[in-house]
């Protein structure tokens, strides 16, 4: 042990002072002579026998001061008399004694006895005090703190004139033992003697010294002595000294350092040997065959060249490539695959040679070892043994690692020989690829042959020359479009000569043809054949491919727009076909190509396509590299090779270390060589591939592209499909219409004889030759279509033609005789007359289509021909007949009129006649048949029609001749004919009447006589009734129409004595009679008589009962009640004894259950069942079924009670059902969880009574139904309340829950063990925060890893939260780190401002730290320019770096980035820095510089502590501190005057612990000022919608939420809250405040002590305009500070919007806008 002696103990000898400050610590052994010590006790007086006792100097070490980690502090100063200086001189004595004298032998001491009292106070300094003050002696004790020391009063110079003398008072310590603390030499515990004489180590302390004595052996002990003071000196440095790190943690440190360097030996130790017994380098045989084997594999691939690889044999190439050839795609890849195959044989014969080396070292080495002849051959089992020797298996292990080193090493030659096989045929591709394009070549035999047979020129358009002439102009603007100099263009020329000359020739690669595709109708749009064009086809904005494409081609290809060329891409129009839409001269062939024509028919997606495509070569390509990797990877692993099996096989017979075995085991699982190591994670590799690809890829654009010149061809033969499918349909065609088809089709003919058949293109050779026999095939046939219908339409038309005229000639030249003949003569000629101008165009046409044919030379049959010159010649003579005619026409007409008198004369006549033979008395007399009379009136009335048909007929004639009434004035027909018109229907009136009478007759008589024959019970009386009253009306009708007669007269009389019988006989044919019916009738009439429903009508009738007809009516509608109201009962009864409670199957996790799905529909008929009884019970008919009645109302009404009971305890237990589900509610609720499946087992109960039965009704209301589902209700109620303790209980350990809905933190904690349970609800939690990162680990609890916002922005928390708790334990924890996470963030920005520039460090940083670290800033800046001397120009600085920051953050905004995160941080800081900039220019315009100004402070304000760390904000005379709620990168509000104005009064209110109430109409923005003022304060806003009938307890916990968690709510549309609730809300509201006033930690609301967090707020919006708004209470108003949200600043809001998305001329863009929706505003409806 190291002590140190105080520098401070002096006295007034100065050699004194440097003896005892030169003194060193000193260790002393003593022997112990005989001697007897015994402790005299407290009250014993103080006497000491001394012994002599020699001390020599035995040696002097020294240890290291050992640090503790407790510490023991003493802030008391113990001041005790002054030391006498006795004691300094006994102890300078000693020391120099101790200096002088050499030690003696030890002797052995004799065995002793010790007192065991144990001390009553065992601290050691108050023991050390003791002894001192006994002696009068004062003591000092200094501080432990650092922070307290002193040089002054930690140790006193005390002078000392006399020499020490101690009393000789011992006392034992020994060190104080505690669990929790290391060993401290310095804390001392007082034991007694004998407790510390039997321990190894112990301590013992007089006045004056202090010694360390330790027990060696055979009562051998080492002392180390010191005196007290100095002890205590020691003691205090030693605390002090562990107050440092460095000194505290030594002992770990130490023990690490020590583990370190132990491991960091026993690895390299490892290392070393390993590399020792496994490296093969070292051995020179091992070397010599390992060099050998690298020399065959670096031979294998030492090419010399690309093309002159032959020269050296050994070379192997995986690929077979010929730069002047051109292949299709399958023969390319196939002959690669040959190569590889060819390849694949050098390989296998240098894995030969490679094999026999091996061997041969093996043996080598084998002899080297003496163990050569167990190599040399194969042995058998029992010769193995000696294999299991040390030696051998150490050798055949060897040899196991050296086999599988040298497989590596042919991995690697695998490897390396594809990785050239992929560079040479990127060579290939790239040299191909940079060939120029060629001249385009047309398919001259067809274009000669065109020539030969081409169709007669007549007059068409040139479209196609119009086409490639647009093309051309096209081609040249776009080339137009990038200007060089004359020095530019002629580097470009040298560097393409010098390229020329050095540049290989290299002949296209592959051959694709352009391919015409017309899927059929059935075709479905999805082939993935047909697919394939989508994304290979050029896009809508390409540039022509012209002769120049070869100077242009690094440019001829532009991006894939959206639009897709195929019609596909776009919905399709529904459009009609017709000739003017196909044939329409107004589309030029340019605007084919630039708007591809076939989007307007896309019933045939005509297009064209590439073969092979895009798509098929990548796939055929990555096919042939990845089966050629197969290929070369195919060679067996030399492991496996059976000739080193004697080398490798024998290793399986031993018994191997697990290691090697496993090695084996490996490689019998694993395929060899690994393709996926080798190929697939060879970065270089696979970059080359993908540049092959992208070659490939390249030149197919460019392909792509120059295809879309062959689009018009597409279009053509689209439209020639079209028109084949639509000519057929599209009725008869003009001859213009045929001449527009002839023309245009031609043209088309002409145009893809034309086509280009043949051009190369980087590495393709693009053949259009199919594409074009394809497409003319169409064309020709819509022309020889054409033709066909034409010779038919001729054909047609002149039969037609022909039919008419002949047939009218022939009528033309009839003579009429009768009457009917000339009406018809007369008016054939009107017609001919009006169709003769329709004929001569018909003819025309004809003429017309035949020089048509004349003029396109179209085969037209002879007989067609002769069939024309006939027609012209009948048409002819038919217009001369129709003159002759018209001028014979007036002598025909004076024939025609005497005729027509003749015949009118003769039909009044027979009128006469017929009017006479009706009238006869005959018809009216009673004794004539019925037959007779019906026949008589059957003849009349035929008589009478034929005659109104002539009368009709003549009428008519007058009518055809209105033209002609100069010839037919003598008669006037119109008025003769209405006048025996007239008569005839007199006529047929009487006979109507005379057969209405007979017919009455006879129906009368077979009724009568069916009626009288019935009984009671089977007669019809509504039937009855029906023909009574008919038969009434009838005989009424003849009376007025007909002569008195007989008939009439008797017909009248019976009827109406049977009418009069008829009331008695419904009465009695009542089928409600019951027998008490009867018998009351009997005793009515009094009569013997029996009566019942049999009775026949012919007997009733006989008796005459006319007289009790008031009686027999009375008893019959008394029945007719009675039976109504029976059957509305039975109907009743009979429903609810058949009708089931439907029931369904509920399954849930466990089990499966009935419940009842819906009532509605029982509830209907059970209301409508009860209020029909209501019904039956007010009746008076009553009486007879009164008892049943009340009877089932009762079971109703039962009924009805039960159903209510029934579906309250099914809703409430379909709520709980899942909830007790979760093992986590079972585990915390286990009482309620017993609860609940007690009434799970009583539901099952009842449900197993009515299940599949048909009588609900009287099993729901049997006894104990009731009961049953009465006490589920109470259980299910109390289980409600538990759970609803419960979940009280998780929100207020994680207040933010009260946001959440009963249902929503059920399924949080019902799945608590599932941390992912709670990502649904993190947005109604907390501002911002979307998502948590949580990493699922291995081992161990998930965390939480970052907070993710909604626009995709992560916030990694510092330390991972641990999800091992409650869910809201650990949400406390998410909570607390996104406070602290922000904090960091926020400090971490603030350090950065001037260590980067702006742009960067906007980017870098989360966008909520950029928002608020720009405002420190903005503030920091403005504060230091106003306490500077040249405050103007410091402003106006701070103005000019506010406009630097907006162009930066403009230009950053404008840049074509996808991160909607970094544009939605952009917009908010531009529109903050914008209101920054307008604040600067207002401090500018008005001069202050003034940081107390109110035109400064009316502002938000963001100061920085930096010795808090702590953000505020301030406005006016409020501050707060910054809240650090997460939340994310949202937009920020334009800041208007208004908005500073609202915010102002907020802030104050704030300050004085109000409310505020923004009020002011719709629109206006109230609840998103409030939004964004807690976005500037960094809180989170909680927005509650209110409505009407809004429920105070709904508040109150939201109010729970809000005061615990410290947010802020805005409760939107205050004012529609009822005056009662409002009333509450405002009770509520003041205890907030005054808990907040008085600045209470906890308080009460509604009856529970919660705690507050202070900067809870409460804001509420109100529209005065609504009309069910109330009026707020005054108390609730005084709690508020009201603010006039009125009309908002549109045009800046528009400006500052616009500008922060990036518009430059954002004020004039914002004028119009404003303008735009005024007048909107004013002049559009609100819909």
């Not at 496994?278 to 093309?307: P, S, T, V």
């Not at 081609?475 to 580097?491: N, Y």
């Not at 405040?1633 to 109100?1662: H, P, Q, W």
């Amino acid at each position: 042990m190291e002590t140190f002696i105080p520098i401070d103990l002096t006295t007034e000898n100065q050699e004194m002072d440097k003896e005892e400050t030169n003194t060193k610590p000193r260790l002393l052994k003593y022997e112990e002579k005989k001697h007897e010590y015994i402790k005299p006790l407290e009250t014993q007086p103080t006497e000491i026998a001394e012994k002599e006792l020699e001390y020599k100097t035995v040696k002097a070490f020294t240890e290291s001061l050992k640090s503790e980690k407790t510490e023991e502090n003493i802030t008391q100063q113990h001041m005790v008399s002054p030391e006498p200086a006795s004691l300094r001189e006994k102890g300078k004595s000693w020391r120099k004694k101790d200096q002088t004298h050499a030690c003696p032998k030890v002797r052995k001491a004799r065995p002793v006895s010790y007192d065991r009292t144990e001390p009553k106070d065992d601290d050691v300094i108050r023991n050390i005090i003791r002894l001192r003050e006994k002696l009068g002696w004062q003591t000092v004790l200094p501080q432990h703190s650092l922070k307290y020391g002193s040089s002054k009063i930690a140790v006193q110079k005390i002078t000392l004139k006399k020499p020490l003398e101690d009393d000789g008072e011992f006392v034992y310590c020994l060190p104080r033992k505690s669990p929790k603390a290391l060993y401290n030499p310095y804390d001392l515990q007082v034991v007694s003697a004998h407790t510390a004489k039997h321990c190894k180590e112990f301590w013992v302390i007089t006045a004056s010294f202090i010694s360390k004595v330790t027990n060696i052996v055979d009562s051998i002990e080492e002392v180390e002595l010191i005196p007290t003071l100095e002890w205590l000196s020691e003691r205090r440095h030693y605390y002090l000294l562990r107050q440092f790190k460095i000194f505290s943690d030594f002992r770990m440190n130490k023990a690490f350092v020590t583990w370190k360097l132990n491991v960091k030996r026993i690895k390299t130790e490892k290392s070393r040997s390993f590399l020792y017994h496994h490296l093969f380098l070292a051995d020179d045989l091992f070397q010599a065959c390992l060099l050998y084997i690298r020399g065959l594999c670096e031979d294998a691939i030492n090419l010399k060249n690309d093309n002159d690889h032959e020269n050296n044999l050994s070379a192997i190439c995986l690929v077979k490539l010929d730069s002047s050839r051109t292949y299709s795609l399958d023969e390319f890849c196939e002959e690669q695959l040959q190569q590889a195959t060819q390849a694949l044989k050098q390989l296998e014969d240098i894995r030969d040679k490679a094999i026999s080396e091996m061997k041969s070292t093996f043996l080598k080495v084998a002899e080297k070892n003496e163990i050569k002849r167990y190599f040399e051959s194969k042995l058998s089992e029992d010769d193995t043994t000696h294999f299991k020797l040390p030696k051998c298996r150490r050798l055949l292990e060897t040899f196991f690692k050296f086999v599988m080193l040298i497989d590596y090493i042919f991995q690697e030659l695998i490897r390396q020989l594809m990785n050239t096989a992929v560079t040479l045929l990127l060579e290939l591709f790239n040299g191909s690829a940079g060939m120029p394009f060629s001249v385009e070549k047309k398919n001259e035999n067809l274009i000669r042959t065109f020539k030969d047979n081409s169709f007669p020129t007549g007059k068409t358009t040139n479209d196609g020359e119009e086409l490639v002439d647009n093309s051309k102009t096209h081609a040249i603007s776009v080339q137009k479009s990038e200007v060089k100099t004359d020095s530019d263009i002629s580097e470009i020329l040298n560097s393409v000569e010098v390229g020329k000359d050095l540049r290989k020739t290299y002949a296209p690669i592959f051959e694709v043809n352009l391919c015409l595709r017309i899927p059929a109708e059935s075709d479905s749009s999805e082939n993935p054949k047909e697919n394939f064009h989508e994304s290979d086809l050029c896009p809508e904005e390409c540039v022509m491919f012209e002769d120049e494409m070869s100077e242009n081609k690094d440019k001829c290809v532009k991006k894939h727009s959206s639009e897709e060329l195929l019609p596909k891409a776009k919905k399709p129009k529904e459009i009609s076909y017709n000739l003017e839409d196909i044939l329409s001269d107004t589309e030029s062939e340019t605007e084919f190509e630039n708007k591809y024509m076939y989007y307007e028919f896309p019933e045939f997606p005509t297009n064209l396509f590439i073969d092979p495509n895009r798509l098929e070569f990548s796939v055929k390509i990555q096919n042939m590299l990845t089966n050629m990797e197969k290929c070369i990877t195919t060679i067996t692993p030399l492991c496996q090779d059976p000739h080193l099996s004697i080398f490798i096989d024998l290793v399986s017979t031993m018994d191997l270390p697990n290691k090697i075995g496993s090695i084996i085991h490996y490689t019998e699982q694993t395929r060899w060589p690994d393709c996926h190591i080798l190929f697939e994670m060879d970065p270089a590799y696979q970059n080359i591939i993908v540049n092959l690809l992208t070659i490939v890829g390249n030149s197919m654009g460019l392909v792509n592209a120059y295809s879309c010149k062959f689009i018009k061809y597409c279009t053509m033969v689209e439209k020639a499909k079209i028109m084949s499918m639509k000519i057929s349909s599209m009725g008869e065609l003009t001859s213009k219409e045929f001449e527009a088809i002839l023309n245009r089709f031609r043209n088309y003919f002409r145009h893809i004889v034309n086509m280009a058949i043949e051009k190369r293109i980087g590495i393709f050779k693009v053949v259009s030759l199919d594409y074009q026999s394809e497409c003319l095939p169409y064309i020709d046939n819509v022309i020889h279509m054409s033709h066909t219908l034409m010779r038919s339409v001729i054909e047609k038309k002149n039969k037609n033609l022909l039919e008419v005229v002949e047939s009218s000639l022939q009528q033309l030249e009839c003579d009429p005789t009768e009457i009917e003949e000339f009406v018809e003569h007369f008016i054939f000629l009107n017609t001919i007359s009006s169709k003769i101008s329709k004929l001569e165009k018909e003819y025309l046409t004809i003429s017309q289509l035949y020089s048509v044919v004349t003029h396109h030379q179209i085969h037209i049959s002879e007989e067609q021909i002769a069939i024309f010159q006939v027609l012209h010649i009948k048409f002819s003579q038919l217009k001369s007949s129709m003159k002759l005619s018209i001028v014979n026409k007036d002598t025909a007409l004076t024939k025609f009129r005497d005729n027509l008198e003749a015949c009118i004369s003769g039909l009044r006549v027979d009128v006469s006649n017929l009017k006479a033979k009706i009238r006869a008395p005959l018809l009216l007399c009673a004794a004539t048949q019925v037959s007779t009379a019906m026949e008589m009136i059957q003849t009349l009335s035929g008589e009478a029609a034929s005659l109104t048909n002539k009368a009709k007929a003549y009428s008519s004639y007058q009518d055809c001749f209105s033209d002609c009434q100069s010839h037919m004035h003598s008669i006037n027909v119109e008025e003769i004919t209405q006048i025996v018109l007239s008569e005839i229907s007199d006529i047929e009136c009487d006979l109507t009447l005379r057969k209405q009478l007979w017919e009455a007759q006879e129906e009368w008589r077979q009724a009568s006589s069916e009626w009288r024959n019935c009984s009671l019970q089977s007669i019809d009386v509504e039937s009855v009734q029906k023909n009574v009253s008919k038969l009434m009306h009838i005989i009424s009708v003849l009376e007025k129409g007909l002569p008195k007669s007989d008939m009439l007269t008797h017909l009248k009389q019976v009827v109406t004595e049977f009418k009069q019988e008829l009331p008695i006989i419904i009465a009695l044919g009542n089928p409600c009679l019951k027998p008490r019916h009867w018998e009351a009738l009997q005793e009515t009439i009094g009569k013997s008589v029996t009566l019942d429903k049999n009775c026949k009508v012919e007997n009733l009738l006989a008796l005459k009962m006319f007289q009790y007809e008031n009686e027999i009516n009375d008893m019959s509608t008394s029945a007719t009640n009675e039976a109504a109201l029976e059957k509305m009962l039975f109907k009743i009864i009979d429903f609810w004894n058949i009708t089931p409670l439907h029931l369904v199957l509920h399954h849930t996790e466990i089990y499966s259950i009935f419940i009842i799905p819906s009532i509605d529909d029982i509830s209907a008929q059970l209301e409508e069942s009860q209020v029909i009884l209501a019904t039956i019970k007010g009746s008076p008919h009553i009486g007879p079924i009164k008892d049943l009645v009340n009877e089932w109302d009762q079971n109703l009404t039962l009924f009805s009670y039960t159903l209510e009971e029934w579906m309250n305890c099914q809703r409430n237990w379909l709520y709980l059902e899942p909830i007790f589900h979760s093992s986590e509610i079972r585990r915390q609720l286990p009482a309620e969880t017993e609860l609940f499946s007690q009434v799970i087992s009583m539901w099952k109960k009842i449900m197993s009574k009515i299940q599949n039965k048909q009588n609900a009704l009287q099993i729901t209301t049997s006894a104990g139904v009731l009961e049953i589902l009465q006490n589920c209700n109470i259980h299910l109620e109390h289980i409600k309340k538990s759970l609803e303790d419960y979940l009280e209980v998780k929100r207020l350990i994680f207040p933010r829950f009260y946001f959440l809905s009963n249902a929503e933190l059920l399924d949080i904690l019902a799945d608590s063990r599932n941390p992912e349970s709670v990502q649904p609800h993190l947005v109604k939690c907390f501002g911002n925060v979307k998502q948590l990162l949580i990493w699922k680990q291995d081992i161990g609890p998930p965390a939480v890893k970052m907070l993710i916002s909604a626009e995709g922005e992560g916030l990694v928390l510092p330390k991972k939260i641990r999800v091992r708790s409650a869910v809201e334990q650990w949400l406390v924890n998410v909570e607390k780190s996104m406070f602290d996470v922000l904090k960091k963030f926020l400090s971490q920005g603030i350090e950065d401002w001037n260590c980067r520039t702006f742009s960067q460090w906007v980017l870098s940083h989360p966008g909520q730290v950029v928002l608020t670290v720009s405002q420190i800033m903005f503030y920091n800046d403005c504060i230091k320019s106003f306490v500077s001397s040249y405050s103007r120009e410091k402003l106006e600085e701070v103005h000019a770096g506010l406009i630097c920051h907006l162009e930066e953050v403009a230009e950053l905004v404008v840049l074509d980035t996808s991160n909607s995160r970094t544009k939605a941080v952009l917009g908010a800081l531009l529109t903050l820095y914008v209101h920054c900039r307008d604040i600067v220019i207002n401090l500018l315009l008005k001069n202050i510089f003034n940081a107390e100004d109110f035109e400064w402070t009316r502002h938000l304000q963001y100061k920085w502590n930096e010795k808090q760390k702590l953000c505020y904000v301030s406005q006016g005379n409020a501050s707060f501190t910054y809240g650090y709620e997460y939340l994310g990168c949202t937009s920020r509000l334009v800041i208007t005057p208004l908005t500073d104005r609202c915010w102002l009064t907020l802030m104050e209110a704030l300050h004085l612990n109000l409310g505020g109430c923004p009020a002011g109409p719709a629109g206006t923005g109230k609840t998103e000022t409030v939004k964004d003022l807690a976005k500037s304060l960094g809180k989170h806003c909680v927005v509650f919608n209110c409505f009407e009938n809004l429920d105070y307890k709904i508040v109150r916990k939201f109010f729970f939420g809000l005061v615990q968690s410290g947010a802020w709510s805005c409760f939107d549309e205050f004012n529609l809250i009822d005056l009662e609730v409002l009333s509450v809300i405002a009770s509520q509201i003041l205890t907030i405040k005054a808990a907040k006033d008085n600045y209470s930690a906890r308080f009460v609301l509604e009856g529970k002590e919660i705690r507050i967090n202070m900067s809870c707020a409460v804001f509420i919006t109100m529209n005065p305009r609504y009309k069910g708004g109330v009026e707020l209470p005054d108390n609730l108003k005084s709690l508020f500070r009201p603010v006039a949200m009125m009309v908002p600043h549109y045009q800046m809001i528009a400006e500052i919007i616009l500008f922060s998305f990036g518009f430059k001329s954002a004020k004039s863009l914002s004028e119009k806008l404003t303008n735009l929706y005024e007048l909107a505003c004013k002049q559009l409806s609100q819909q």
